[in-house]
């Protein structure tokens, strides 16, 4: 049986993003969440088409409703043990690709393990950004800055760890040239794989952004500190660009 389309309230129809994302950042089941999206959407509709607010089906307090739900579902413990390890060997495939441009690999006991927490870290300030976002009427002005907060925090992190690998002598691993022409084809493999998988080239986009500037213009007579303001420019330059072109095919 096909549902018949019905225009929800932009207030309806933001409460239900609003608590996709939320359920998911909490490690919810997806197709469990999906469920409960699609039963809340048909009431909201039912309660539309008889001029009841969305307050008389979730209540005064979005938030308190999101939580509800919430506690009343379980940890999808069995699927973030399968995303886990692909976002962290997403997040490896970034400093891979990066090194590889500057010659062979190798990295340090120290650089691994913090890199491992890094994204840890990342992860569950991602899940607690995004539960809060979603469950708060925040600002368009207040989400730029948490997002921006949110991006500097790993920043910061990865400055206080050159520092770190500076000051503690740990074990270095270095690949070789074997090695590195190996890790090398199993990262563009997985990127590719990953990127099929999830049915969207932004990893690819987002790695060339990354990498390709800085590489290209090394090649070029300019100085190390107008190459650097130059190749941020094109990476963040390109990044607009790309979310805005993909926010206009989504609208189309």
Same mark, same amino acid.
């Given at each position: 049986?096909?549902?018949?389309?019905?225009?929800?309230?932009?207030?309806s129809?933001?409460?239900?993003?609003?608590?996709?994302?939320?359920?998911?950042s909490s490690?919810?089941n997806?197709?469990?969440?999906?469920?409960?999206?699609?039963?809340?959407?048909d009431?909201l509709?039912?309660?539309?088409?008889?001029?009841k607010?969305?307050e008389?089906?979730?209540?005064?307090?979005?938030?308190?409703?999101?939580?509800?739900?919430?506690?009343?579902?379980?940890?999808?413990?069995?699927a973030?043990?399968?995303?886990?390890p692909?976002?962290?060997?997403?997040?490896?495939?970034?400093?891979?690709i990066?090194?590889l441009?500057?010659?062979?690999?190798s990295?340090?006991?120290?650089?691994?393990?913090g890199?491992?927490?890094?994204?840890?870290?990342?992860?569950?300030?991602?899940?607690?950004?995004?539960?809060y976002v979603?469950?708060?009427?925040?600002?368009t002005?207040?989400?730029?800055?948490?997002?921006?907060?949110?991006?500097?925090?790993?920043?910061?992190?990865?400055?206080g760890?050159?520092f770190l690998?500076?000051a503690?002598?740990?074990?270095?691993?270095?690949?070789?040239? *074997? /090695?590195?022409? !190996? +890790?090398?084809?199993?990262t563009? @493999?997985?990127?590719?794989?990953? &990127?099929?998988?999830? #049915?969207?080239?932004?990893?690819l986009?987002?790695?060339?952004?990354?990498?390709l500037?800085?590489?290209?213009?090394s090649?070029t007579?300019m100085?190390?500190?107008?190459?650097?303001? *130059? /190749?941020?420019? !094109? +990476?963040?330059?390109?990044?607009? @660009?790309?979310l805005?072109?993909? &926010?206009?095919?989504? #609208?189309?």
């Amino acid at each position: 049986m096909i549902k018949q389309e019905v225009a929800l309230s932009r207030k309806s129809r933001k409460f239900l993003e609003d608590l996709r994302v939320y359920l998911f950042s909490s490690g919810k089941n997806e197709l469990e969440t999906n469920e409960i999206v699609e039963e809340l959407e048909d009431h909201l509709i039912e309660a539309e088409k008889n001029g009841k607010s969305i307050e008389h089906i979730v209540g005064q307090s979005p938030k308190s409703y999101m939580r509800k739900i919430s506690n009343e579902m379980t940890i999808d413990y069995k699927a973030w043990i399968k995303y886990i390890p692909i976002i962290l060997f997403g997040a490896f495939s970034f400093v891979i690709i990066g090194d590889l441009f500057e010659g062979l690999l190798s990295y340090s006991l120290m650089e691994i393990l913090g890199f491992i927490a890094i994204t840890a870290l990342f992860l569950a300030g991602v899940s607690v950004t995004f539960r809060y976002v979603s469950a708060n009427n925040v600002s368009t002005r207040k989400q730029f800055i948490i997002f921006f907060l949110l991006g500097m925090f790993p920043m910061c992190l990865f400055i206080g760890l050159i520092f770190l690998n500076g000051a503690i002598s740990t074990p270095i691993i270095h690949f070789g040239m *074997t /090695g590195s022409i !190996i +890790t090398a084809i199993l990262t563009f @493999i997985f990127v590719l794989a990953v &990127s099929i998988w999830a #049915k969207t080239w932004v990893i690819l986009v987002l790695l060339a952004l990354l990498t390709l500037p800085d590489f290209f213009l090394s090649y070029t007579t300019m100085t190390e500190s107008p190459r650097l303001i *130059t /190749g941020t420019m !094109i +990476t963040f330059g390109g990044i607009a @660009i790309y979310l805005f072109l993909t &926010s206009r095919m989504n #609208k189309a």
